[in-house]
């Protein structure tokens, strides 16, 4: 079974700094997508980012930018320029890329990291 | 409506009851997600349904636990003798069912069981 770990339950950044989220994942799979999500206090959770596996050329959007290192499994998260808004929970996610195949459609997600932005 | 309706946003019931979760997912979504998030975790799976029928329900944690979704749209998630353990946020989402399909989350339902 596919596992997430996400090693920081918080982080804290200042307003206008950038700040890098952790994420691990352990998987036998070569195709699969990964995913960071942002949780506010509404709880509705949103997305970020998204990388496929096989795209070797990591995703952004924006301010936020994806490092992936298949080879270690890892998928760090990079916030530029942070926001008082970006404060949120953020939750790393794991989907199996052979879903035609048989594989599971579920999300996988780690404990998350709460990150807090100090003006 | 525009996005994932989800209700009650807050049920507060008392040990052994039984309880219904409601889930409204976004008009022409075939894809429909129960997740369950306890209190400093990550969501984790419950269900995940494709039109009618559950395509998988592995997550589901004891026989306590059902759901379904007659028509293809609304989803009921149900608890029966409720316990105090099933206290709990639960997220309901939907795609279009496509493999890199989005999925767009409601805003849960908090479930408290005195």
């Known amino acids: 079974a596919q596992t997430v770990t996400q090693s920081q339950p918080e982080m804290s950044v200042q307003e206008a700094e950038t700040v890098t989220l952790s994420c691990t994942y352990d998987t036998s799979e070569s195709d699969y997508y990964l995913f960071w999500y942002k949780q506010p206090p509404s709880r509705q959770m949103i997305l970020v980012i998204r990388?496929?596996?096989?795209?070797?050329q990591n995703a952004t959007e924006n301010r936020f930018s994806v490092n992936f290192q298949k080879a270690a499994k890892s998928f760090s998260l990079k916030i530029s320029d942070s926001q008082l808004g970006d404060a949120a929970m953020y939750f790393c996610?794991?989907?199996?890329?052979?879903?035609?195949?048989?594989?599971?459609?579920?999300?996988?997600f780690g404990k998350g990291t709460k990150l807090t932005v100090n003006p | 409506g525009a996005g994932v309706s989800q209700t009650p946003s807050n049920k507060v019931t008392e040990k052994g009851k039984y309880v219904e979760l409601r889930c409204d997912p976004i008009?022409?979504?075939?894809?429909l997600y129960w997740y369950r998030q306890s209190l400093g975790q990550g969501p984790e799976f419950l269900i995940y349904f494709q039109g009618t029928g559950a395509a998988d329900d592995s997550g589901l944690p004891n026989d306590r636990f059902f759901a379904v979704r007659p028509e293809g749209s609304v989803s009921t998630l149900k608890i029966q003798r409720t316990e105090r353990g099933d206290s709990a946020v639960y997220l309901c989402?939907?795609?279009?069912?496509?493999?890199?399909?989005?999925?767009?989350f409601g805003e849960g339902s908090r479930l408290t069981v005195l």
């Open positions: 996610a794991y989907r199996s890329g052979r879903i035609l195949q048989g594989g599971s459609e579920k999300l996988v």
């Open positions: 008009s022409g979504h075939t894809a």
């Open positions: 990388q496929e596996a096989y795209k070797q």
């Open positions: 989402a939907s795609s279009l069912g496509r493999v890199t399909g989005e999925l767009f």
